[in-house]
């Protein structure tokens, strides 16, 4: 499996973010888009893995990620990731073979690209300011980046979108994890 060298931001002012990537000669390679996914248990390793099918409006991926440290850093997760033809169909193929659907989710997101070296993604999550994810080829690209855009890498998040929930709307984790919609109209409230 790959790992996937990728870290998260939380509540970014996008703006002067945009602003940032332009002046290190960034591209937008995604204009702001309306994604939508179907998470489903992976039932030999519930609590750290998942399975996600990912209609990104230009493309339709299927995703399998694994946190595979105690710890987590940028080298803990995991990734296998494969382009699909039909966002139902590989729904229902995960359906037939018993899988469990946790979640359905929306979101927003807009994909910069700075000299073929890094992927920035701004992404807009129900309930959620705005944040960043920062990924690319390894470690030392991603922490290059974060510095170059003004990110203090000692306050990256690496695994999921719910730790921002926690962070901002002191949900917990797995609360979030175990709702079963997770849109802009069925938004994730305190509780």
């Known amino acids: 499996m790959k790992t996937e060298f990728e870290v998260v931001f939380s509540n970014i002012n996008r703006e002067k ?27 030999l390793n519930p609590a750290k893995s998942y399975l996600r099918v990912r209609d990104e409006w230009d493309k ?44 359905y989710q929306e979101t927003y997101r807009e994909v910069w690209q700075i000299n073929n070296e890094i992927e920035i993604m701004i992404d807009l999550w129900p309930g959620l300011k705005p944040y960043v994810e920062i990924e690319g080829e390894d470690e030392e690209i991603v922490i290059k980046y974060s510095k170059l855009l003004g990110f203090n890498y000692d306050e990256a998040i690496f695994w999921t979108s719910f730790q921002v929930y926690e962070k901002e709307l002191w949900l917990s984790i797995d609360y979030i994890n175990n709702l079963t919609e997770i849109t802009f109209e069925k938004i994730p409230l305190k509780y």
Request: charged residues 30%; proline residues 1%; glycine residues 2%.
């Open 17 to 43: 973010l945009v602003k940032d990537i332009i002046k290190l000669n960034g591209i937008c390679t995604k204009e702001n888009t309306l994604m939508k996914r179907i998470v489903f248990e992976n039932p």
């Open 60 to 103: 339709i991926t299927c995703t399998y990620k694994e946190e595979s440290e105690w710890i987590l850093d940028i080298h803990s997760i995991k990734e296998l990731e494969t382009q699909v033809n039909d966002f139902d169909v590989m729904v229902s193929i995960f359906k037939k073979v018993w899988l469990r659907q946790k979640s």
